[in-house]
């Protein structure tokens, strides 16, 4: 596996299928992790930069990918770009989703009620530099 800018046909595909809600706008960027013959397996888009943040939209559809591929996230996100905080949202009945991002140490920040449709929240995530446990792993890799 192996992480690449977010630059072809094949990953704007794969972003479509994986992430329909995500449109393409100016000032977005991404990662794809990507097997040997580039065939993408998970994919992050970074959107609504500021000063201190980004947001981000997370798709990985093979398990083998999920590790390499948030380190490469991480360091790009906190590093490379110099943010502090990570945000998403997930609607609340995308029980799937809520559960990997607790598991990758995401926040419950906010829920914002009925945001989706009536009875299915959006519930914003957070990730803060100094508790990214990916970053510490991207950081000791990056050194060695």
Known sequence: MKCVPFSSDVHLGYMRVHLPFVGM??????????????????????EKWTKNSVWVHLAVT?????RTFLHEVAYYIFVTCRRKTIFGSVPSDN???LKLN???GYEVY??????YE?????VVVRMDKEDCRF?????EKAVA
């Not at 960027?29 to 992050?44: N, S, W, Y």
């Not at 093979?62 to 999920?66: E, Q, R, V």
């Not at 009536?118 to 959006?122: A, Q, S």
């Open 25 to 46: 706008a100016e000032g977005q960027k991404g990662i794809v992790c990507e097997t040997d013959e580039g065939v993408p397996t998970a994919i992050c888009i970074m």
């Open 62 to 66: 093979h398990p083998a990918a999920l």
């Open 95 to 97: 029980h799937k989703a």
């Open 102 to 104: 607790r598991h990758l």
């Open 110 to 115: 906010q829920v914002i009620p009925d945001y």
């Open 118 to 122: 009536d009875g299915v929240d959006c």
């Open 135 to 139: 970053l510490i792993k991207a950081e």
